[in-house]
Nanobody, 124 residues
């Protein structure tokens, strides 16, 4: 069974940190690109970051560069999104997604399978 499961969301104060995890299971080995996206009601899903295990590259949206870090534990088929210096505008439902390929992009239309999402709320 193909499955992506996110965890780690929650409520945090501005300036705080959260660590999101995405566990992938059941996918063939050519599904090597995982991305994180976020969405707020009424807006299009936005690419946050992605990682390609094949070529070891990462990509970040300008809005999160220097604050978020994506990493991958291939032995556990898990991708981590470490989010630091969080801002209220980072509040959203965060989704991870997976696709085939070598390079990773932040367009949601490029991804084939999606997790159920985890809520991140940044508020004092």
């Amino acid at each position: 069974q193909l499955q992506l499961v996110e965890s780690g969301g929650g409520l945090v104060q501005p300036g705080g940190s959260l660590r999101l995890s995405c566990a992938a299971s059941g996918f063939p080995s050519d599904y090597s690109v995982i991305g994180w996206f976020r969405q707020v009601p009424g807006k299009e899903r936005e690419g946050v970051s992605c990682i390609s295990s094949t070529v070891g590259i990462t990509n970040y949206a300008d809005s999160v560069k220097g604050r978020f870090t994506i990493s991958r534990d291939n032995a556990k088929n898990t991708v981590i999104l470490q989010m630091n210096s969080l801002k209220p505008e980072d509040t959203a439902v965060y989704y991870c997604a997976i696709t085939r390929g070598y390079l990773c992009g932040l367009g949601f239309y490029d991804y084939d399978y999606w997790g159920q999402g985890t809520q991140v709320t940044v508020s004092s």
